[in-house]
Structures are given as C-alpha cells and as structure tokens.
C-alpha cells in the first residue's frame, strides 16, 4: 500500500528528526529512519505510519 504521494517528505523521525525512508515490502510496510545513529524502523498499519518510538522496531 504506498502512502499518500508527499506524505514521505514531511515525515520526520521522532526520536532524532531524521527524514524517513520508505522500506516498505509487500509483506511488511514500515519506514527507516535515515539517521545511521538511530535506524529506528516505524510500522506502517492501515496506511498510516505509526511514529512512535516504543512502537519502533529497534535495528539489530
Ligand atoms: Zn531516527
């Protein structure tokens, strides 16, 4: 499901205000954030980015 078109570019990481890249694939939508320091992975559900940092997948 790709997001709405100029949604990506507004969209900021909340935990260092990163841009966020979509990562999206078929079976898991999400978006990384670019920041190598942080590269929290933010689930996307309904087609709505859920932007929290306790809802983040944390990298390995
Ligand atoms: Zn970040």
């Known amino acids: 499901m790709p997001l709405e078109a100029g949604l990506l570019e507004i969209l900021a990481c ?17 978006l990384i954030c670019t920041s190598k320091d942080c590269g929290l992975a933010y689930p ?12 983040a997948r944390r990298p390995a």
Not at 14 to 30: F, Q, R, V
Not at 44 to 55: H, K, N, Q, S, Y
């Open 14 to 30: 909340p935990a260092c205000h990163a841009p966020l890249n979509d990562a999206s694939t078929a079976d898991t939508p999400e």
């Open 44 to 55: 996307v559900r309904d087609g709505i980015p859920v932007l929290l940092v306790d809802e």
